[in-house]
């Protein structure tokens, strides 16, 4: 590992926030801070924190001497100086004659002591910088010093590798006992630059911001160099089936194994997110996987993003879906009776007081495969995924040369409920689709836009298909977050297989689909060339059965039910004159959506129509608008309020009733009507 501190770079960035008032020191803390921060093998998400110990005004203007401390949960990637809080320092000392100290009461002194009331919570670590005598203090979960200290030896041997350069303290949970053990150890031994923290990562120490960084690229160089010496050989390899199912197969059935019936029959469900390459098959096709992979924890930090053990599943064979289905199902139910076990185990140790977390995993391990990061959103699965990636480097280096032995399952329980870790992950109200992925055709149009934020703002996850991929990119770009977007012809249905494969392969699944594409052929019925009811029939009926048959195999395999939502239209009810081209498919898409209520309410598959007029549209152009009025004696308003409300209709309320469909969790074959009113075109 080298160093990336370069003098210019951090000369600049000392200039750059110097204009805003930072102070140098600070600025040298952030531009250090990120420099670790941007290594996966030293930190991740959230994960390690640096301090400065100087001096500042306090808001009255009283020079103080303070700790600035990242604030607990933000990324060292990214950090800026806000995000490393000031704290009174002499007071924080003052902390060490306590013998005791609870983690509430640590938090209330340290935001007591905030220089700014308003910042950021300081890192739970905050007093085991406070009580280190250096300037700059340095802390991450490097990757390489896991795998040399995660062992049943680890202590002995990062004391034969550092040979006293290092303090070596033993694990404790983080908090006001670590931090007092760990200034003990280093006062012991006060020519430490650094302390190792057995099975849970690394400190160093410097007067300069460039001598903590870099004495940090040392230490764990000298752990990646042991790592190369006396390799045992790759893990041997478990028997594989000869074909491994493909992934867009695999996924809906892992995911439909990891979700969750609530006693009322709705699903809590999971996004996935898929790795694999050659150190991942390496690690999840070996013959021991489930003794090494589910030893625990690489870092305490961890557990409450991964849980403390991935779900091993058993390697998907091609050809043998029901098969998978069953192991898997069999394996996501024992993995939650262990967790709800673990949980009980616990939890009467703590006092009973406990409220139990979801038992559904975060890591699954599919041999033959790769793994899936699991999350209840695209990015929480990202996290999980990278987490468990970094789990299989460190475990598969530590295996090379000893034993993965990770912290006891009480330490890990410890961590994953402690109250400060929980608050971590932050107590905001769920949204109403979180962990449901929405797929929705004709998505580069208005309608289909949107639904794309209505969706994706109703917290699912949302693929976007459209023929005009362009288009439906741009969606996904004014959407943002995790939005998928891919081309996909309706009435092609190779197309839409590929669409539908890139969408559980991405997200793991389908739960909802908005089957939105569509155009208008006009033609009066006695002449109109059959040609044109045929191009008609394939858009807006044909396209409709391809891409509700597809959403239907995945959610039949995921086997926890779905939503199907079809936007028909006025027409299926209410004729227009010469529109029969476009109303005759509507109206069999009309019925589509009952046979599709009909024949797969019993998988727990909703079907629900929107019947909508007058939409300011790709079918409905404001040119359009301007001639219909003008036939009519009104103008382009008029025409478009001319409703019993009197209100122009719009996208937005169109894929509201959408929404409100896929909300309403006891609605089957329903047709909403959305055009302001209009009685000849009522159900009757
Ligand atoms: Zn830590």
């Not at 390489?144 to 030896?153: E, F, G, M, R, V």
């Not at 288009?471 to 959407?479: D, Q």
Request: aromatic letters at 6%.
């Amino acid at each position: 590992m080298q160093s990336r501190f370069v003098r210019a770079e951090a000369e600049a960035m000392v200039a750059r926030y110097g204009e805003a008032g930072v102070p140098r020191d600070l600025a040298l803390r952030v531009y250090t801070t990120r420099l670790l921060g941007a290594d996966p093998r030293l930190v991740l998400h959230g994960g390690g924190n640096t301090s400065v110990k100087t001096r500042m005004p306090d808001l009255l203007g009283r020079e103080v001497d303070v700790l600035c401390v990242k604030g607990s949960g933000a990324d060292m990637a990214i950090i800026e100086p806000t995000g490393l809080p000031a704290v009174r320092l002499t007071e924080l000392r003052l902390l060490r004659t306590r013998d005791a100290l609870s983690d509430e009461e640590m938090v209330r002194v340290q935001r007591a002591n905030l220089i700014d009331p308003m910042a950021p919570n300081p890192s739970v670590e905050t007093l085991l910088h406070a009580f280190m005598p250096h300037k700059f203090v340095d802390h991450t979960h490097a990757t390489a010093i896991l795998s040399l200290i995660d062992q049943p030896d680890g202590e002995a041997r990062a004391v034969e590798l550092y040979d006293g350069r290092m303090g070596i303290v033993p694990y404790i949970m983080p908090g006001f006992a670590l931090a007092k053990r760990a200034a003990d150890i280093y006062e012991a031994n006060s020519a430490a630059v650094g302390l190792i923290l057995h099975k849970h990562g690394i400190f160093t120490f410097g007067e300069s911001a460039q001598a903590a960084y870099e004495r940090m690229i040392e230490m764990v160089s000298l752990a990646e160099a042991r790592l190369r010496r006396g390799r045992r050989a790759a893990f041997a390899t478990a028997p594989l089936p000869q074909a491994v199912m493909s992934l867009a197969d695999a996924a809906p059935i892992a995911r439909g194994a990891c979700a969750l019936k609530d006693p009322s029959g709705a699903h809590r469900r999971l996004i996935l997110e898929f790795r694999s390459g050659k150190a991942i098959l390496n690690f999840v096709n070996g013959a021991q996987v489930k003794r090494y992979a589910t030893a625990g924890v690489v870092t305490p930090d961890h557990t409450i993003r991964t849980k403390n053990w991935p779900l091993v599943l058993e390697a998907p064979q091609e050809g043998r879906a029901a098969e998978f289905a069953v192991s898997a199902a069999a394996a996501a139910t024992s993995f939650m009776e262990n967790y709800r076990r673990y949980f009980a185990r616990h939890n009467a140790r703590c006092g009973g007081a406990k409220k139990m977390l979801d038992p559904l995993p975060r890591v699954v391990l599919v041999p033959g495969l790769g793994l899936f990061g699991l999350g209840r959103s695209k990015k929480e699965a990202r996290i999980a995924a990278d987490l468990a990636e970094t789990a299989v480097e460190t475990i598969t280096d530590a295996e090379a040369i000893g034993r993965f032995e990770s912290i006891s399952e009480a330490d890990m329980f410890d961590c994953e409920y402690w109250s400060l870790e929980q608050a971590k992950l932050g107590a905001a109200k769920e949204l109403p689709l979180a962990g449901q992925i929405a797929v929705i055709t004709g998505a580069a149009g208005a309608i289909g836009f949107a639904a794309a934020e209505a969706f994706a703002g109703a917290g699912a996850e949302v693929a976007l298909l459209d023929v005009d991929e362009a288009g439906a990119r741009a969606v996904a770009k004014a959407v943002g977050g995790a939005a998928l977007a891919a081309r996909c012809d309706v009435t092609d249905a190779a197309s839409v297989r590929a669409a539908f494969a890139a969408v559980a392969a991405v997200f793991g699944g389908v739960d909802i689909l908005v089957s939105n594409a569509g155009a208008a052929w006009q033609g009066r019925i006695g002449e109109v060339d059959e040609a044109i009811l045929h191009r008609s029939f394939d858009l807006n009926f044909y396209g409709h059965q391809r891409v509700a048959q597809a959403s239907v195999r995945i959610m039949l395999a995921q086997g926890t039910g779905g939503c199907l939502l079809f936007n028909t239209s006025k027409q299926a009810i209410n004729p227009g004159p010469n529109f029969g081209p476009y109303g005759l498919p509507k109206a069999a898409t009309l019925f589509l959506a009952r046979q599709y209520a009909l024949d797969h309410g019993a998988d727990g598959i909703r079907a629900n129509a929107v019947n909508a007029d007058r939409i300011r549209s790709g079918l409905l152009t404001d040119a359009m608008i301007a001639e219909r009025a003008k036939a009519r004696g009104l103008s382009g308003a008029e025409y478009m309020s001319g409703n019993l409300l009197g209100r122009e209709v719009t996208a937005e309320d169109v894929a509201q009733a959408f929404l409100a469909q896929a909300l309403a969790l006891k609605t089957t074959a329903d047709v909403m009507t959305v055009d302001g009113g209009n009685i000849a075109a009522a159900l009757r």
